[in-house]
């Protein structure tokens, strides 16, 4: 059964200091991960996609990273607006259309 | 573009009543879902429609029907709801099959009581 665990379930920053989230993942075969960042209210946006293991991508002060059992979502001088949910999925190799989510890590950044 | 959009947004029901949510993209899109987000528990698919013509289970199927109605709209009924059912639901959207993005609607916020 794939699962994807996300950490830490919360996180409170103060405006500059840098983080790291993770998503640990177990699927049979990985075809893609996802990234999505959600504010309350809302449904969730997409951020990244990473296909393989090594792969790195970067939106302002958000970079995604993944290895073959992990992905990380670096946060670089957050500021109070990039305060959010942020959700990672899966999509396995033998789950056709489906993605599998994690729980979510609620960001909060204080000025 | 509207990209995906839901009706409606907020809704209480009391157990036993039914309703349809609706949902609709105007992406070109060939693949839809349905989603439920419920705390500590995440989003779970409910159902999904590769394409056009077809539909299938996602992994919470249970009290729940569909319908591809046309290329842009996909609905999701509760013939008889119960307070499990309480909940927000997402609709999604992506291209096609493989590894495409899913795009979310803005969620129905329904509460059953």
């Known amino acids: 059964e794939d699962q994807v665990t996300q950490s830490p379930e919360a996180l409170r920053l103060q405006e500059g200091e840098s983080s790291s989230l993770n998503c640990s993942y177990t699927?049979?075969?990985?075809?893609?991960l996802f990234w999505y960042r959600q504010d309350p209210g809302k449904g969730p946006e997409f951020l990244f996609t990473?296909?393989?293991a090594g792969e790195e991508k970067e939106k302002e002060r958000l970079k995604a990273t993944l290895t073959k059992k992990e992905s990380f979502l670096h946060i670089t001088a957050p500021k109070p607006e990039d305060s959010a949910t942020y959700l990672c999925?899966?999509?396995?190799?033998?789950?056709?259309?489906?993605?599998?989510f994690g729980g979510g890590t609620r960001l909060m950044v204080k000025p | 573009n509207a990209g995906v959009t839901q009706t409606p947004k907020f809704q209480v029901l009391k157990t036993g009543q039914s309703m349809t949510l609706q949902c609709a993209q105007d992406?070109?899109?060939?693949?839809m879902y349905w989603y439920r987000q419920d705390p500590g528990m995440g989003l779970r698919l409910i159902y999904y429609?590769?394409?056009?013509?077809?539909?299938d289970k996602g992994e919470v199927p249970n009290g729940y029907n569909v319908s591809r109605l046309n290329k842009r709209e996909f609905s999701l009924r509760l013939e008889s709801a119960a307070p499990s059912q309480t909940s927000v639901y997402f609709c999604?959207?992506?291209?096609?099959?493989?590894?495409?993005?899913?795009?979310f609607g803005p969620g129905t916020r329904l509460t059953v009581l």
């Open positions: 999604a959207s992506k291209l096609q099959g493989g590894t495409d993005t899913q795009y």
């Open positions: 699927v049979s075969g990985l075809r893609g």
């Open positions: 999925a899966v999509q396995a190799g033998n789950a056709g259309n489906m993605l599998t």
């Open positions: 990473l296909y393989s």
């Open positions: 429609s590769a394409s056009e013509g077809t539909t």
């Open positions: 992406m070109n899109h060939n693949s």
